[in-house]
């Protein structure tokens, strides 16, 4: 009768440790091949280098090709946020602070405040 250690063996069994890395390996591996991460817009300053239409265009199509990098609201505003400069930036600055009477709570909101 085989002991336990033996049928291991013969199954080629490996630590569940060593497991776990090979399947964590494999993932990220699969997960770099699939990835399409798109590279970001110019950052929308005054309307005009990009314009608001392109810039939005871009934008939302990013925060949909790369949803799995923008898993809230939170993450996404952020985002957009860090997509402005200049007076486009200083526009939105206070709306985004917790305690504005209007704060934003979507990147929608933003959008359409700047439109």
Not at 25 to 31: E, G, P, R, S, Y
Not at 49 to 57: A, C, I, L, N
Not at 93 to 104: F, K, V
């Amino acid at each position: 009768m085989k002991t336990v250690a033996q049928a291991l063996e013969q199954a080629n069994y490996k630590e569940p440790s060593s497991n776990i890395a090979e399947l964590c390996d494999q993932v990220q591996m699969l997960a770099a091949e699939n990835e399409q991460m798109l590279a970001d817009s110019k950052p929308l300053s005054n309307g005009k280098e990009p314009d608001f239409d392109q810039w939005y265009s871009r934008m939302m199509s990013k925060l949909a090709v790369n949803a799995d990098h923008f898993l809230d609201d939170m993450a996404k505003m952020s985002y957009v946020e860090n997509q402005t400069e200049g007076d486009v930036a200083h526009h939105i600055a206070s709306h985004m602070q917790i305690d504005h009477l209007n704060c934003y709570t979507s990147a929608e909101e933003i959008f359409d405040h700047l439109k």
